[in-house]
């Protein structure tokens, strides 16, 4: 395939490169092409180019969320990620390209004294792949904050949508599942202290490294599973991590896959692993929930390439 059409638009085109070298996992088999896309320009001519010659295509952003196959996959990937933030500030609107990273979003609002984001603080991946999966943490979640947002189709077409039509709940919307691309995103905060917000955000970031593995150390994708949704209207959503510490997950591992040490409900990748071992502990995992508490686990990461079926099903 000729790339250089989009090279000339600002894409980074390699051909064959391991899929593990742009997830926070470390895992996974080639595919065919990585397109990197950094602003909307480049990721519009990436989505025109391979939807007007027909080729599969997956997207991806900062790869913090996903578990991909040892054997790879068959489709090219667009990604659209950015280390360089892309926000503009109005008042306490701001504006952001999808591409740019949550956590220096979050640094940015905190440095502004803007109140509202603080609580992304030290959540890896892109607004893009935030939006889509409606990141959130300690009760707030990014969708809360959406004023509105500018989506490409897969033929490259731009419409700007309200948050209303994003169908947002926990850890979903409609971008999870419909082929669509959040470009960009004009977010609602408060006027805050900017030094009270920086305190707050040291207080995140150092509950986060109290809690969790460090990503760029220890290969991860965060929560494997959701947590568990209400039964009645009284009830609280249930972190999944304490039915899995009842359930002995932290001394499970298999191959070169294991179940965090301070956090049950936590797979990290130890030198060796494959997406294999993690799928197949997640499934231990799970099957020990469904023994003790009959409560069905449900993944929150996401599987990208081929697994086998019974990995699947799990
Ligand atoms: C150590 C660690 C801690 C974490 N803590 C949290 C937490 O506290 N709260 C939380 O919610 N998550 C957490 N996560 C999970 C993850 O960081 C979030 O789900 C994150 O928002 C995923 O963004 P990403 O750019 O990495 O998406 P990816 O993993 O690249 O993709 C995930 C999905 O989003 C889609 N997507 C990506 N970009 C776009 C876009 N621009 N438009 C439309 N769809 C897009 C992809 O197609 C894919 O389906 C954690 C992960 C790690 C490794």
């Known amino acids: 395939m000729d790339w250089s059409v989009l090279r000339e638009a600002g894409c980074d085109v390699r051909e064959r490169v391991p899929l593990r070298d742009y997830t926070t996992f470390r895992l996974g088999g080639a595919c065919p092409a990585i397109v990197n896309c950094r602003e909307p320009a480049a990721l519009a001519a990436a989505v025109r180019f391979l939807s007007a010659s027909g080729r ?39 504006d952001v390209d999808g591409s740019t ?8 609002t905190a440095e502004q004294g803007l109140d509202g984001l603080v609580f992304a603080s030290g959540i890896p991946g892109t607004v893009g792949g935030a939006v889509a999966g409606n990141a959130g943490a300690f009760g707030n979640q990014i969708g809360d904050r959406l004023v509105s947002a500018t989506l490409m189709d897969a033929a490259g077409r731009l419409s700007e ?61 965060g929560s494997f599973f959701r947590n568990i949704e209400p039964t009645s209207a009284a009830e609280r959503r249930q972190a999944a991590g304490w039915f899995l510490e009842r359930a002995g997950a932290k001394a499970m591992r298999v191959g070169g896959a294991r179940v965090y040490e301070k956090h049950a409900n936590i797979i990290v990748a130890d030198a060796g692993a494959t997406a294999r071992d993690v799928l197949e502990l997640s499934r231990l995992m799970a099957d020990a929930v469904r023994r003790m508490f009959s409560i069905e686990l449900a993944r929150e990461v996401r599987l990208l390439g081929e697994f086998r079926a019974r990995d699947e099903s799990s």
């Not at 196959?69 to 667009?78: E, R």
């Open 161 to 221: 949508v309200k948050p209303g039509t994003l169908e947002f709940s926990y850890r979903h919307s409609r971008l999870s599942g419909s082929g669509e691309v959040l470009v960009s995103a004009r977010l609602q905060l408060e006027p805050g202290n900017a030094d009270s917000l920086r305190v707050e955000r040291e207080r995140i970031l150092q509950l986060r490294r109290e809690r969790h593995p460090d990503w760029r150390t220890q290969p991860t994708a």
């Open 101 to 108: 990273g949550l956590d220096d979003l979050a640094a940015f």
């Open 56 to 94: 599969k295509y997956q997207l991806i952003g900062g790869g913090s969320n996903l578990l991909v196959a040892d054997a790879g996959l068959d489709s090219v990937i667009v990604r659209y990620a950015s280390e360089t933030r892309r926000v503009t500030r109005s008042g306490s609107i701001i």
